[in-house]
């Protein structure tokens, strides 16, 4: 069974980075896709960005295309998400999750999912 743990969130002013990471606390990610995704209150869950299992293939939403990056280390059992020039609207509790298989931004297919972290964009 695979457990997933979001770390790095927090606080920051407009502008600023923090670097979200997913780590596997049980089992191994090596032959997972991850997903990234984000859920604003009121507002859906929605896919921020995905990574394949070798690393070789990723994808994000338009929303973040140049500001965000997920790379991921199999060695070190997680997959990472360096977030830069935040936004208040990229406020939202962030979760990672993961899926056996190609990735996708498609949320309904992931297996896996972790407890979230919370991130907040404000001056």
């Known amino acids: 069974q695979l457990q997933l743990v979001e770390s790095g969130g927090g606080l920051v002013q407009p502008g600023g980075s923090l670097r979200l990471s997913c780590a596997a606390s049980?089992?191994?990610?090596?032959?997972?896709?991850i997903g990234w995704f984000r859920q604003a209150p009121g507002k859906e869950r929605e896919g921020v960005s995905c990574?394949?299992?070798?690393?070789?293939?990723?994808d994000y939403a338009d929303s973040v295309k140049d500001r965000f990056t997920i790379s991921r280390d199999n060695a070190k059992n997680t997959v990472y998400l360096q977030m830069n020039n935040l936004k208040p609207e990229d406020t939202a509790v962030y979760y990672c999750?993961?899926?056996?298989?190609?990735?996708?931004?498609?949320?309904?297919?992931?297996?896996?999912w972790g407890q979230g972290t919370q991130v907040t964009v404000s001056s």
């Open positions: 999750a993961a899926v056996w298989g190609i990735a996708t931004m498609k949320k309904s297919l992931y297996d896996y």
């Open positions: 990574i394949s299992h070798s690393g070789g293939k990723a």
């Open positions: 049980a089992g191994t990610l090596d032959y997972y896709a």
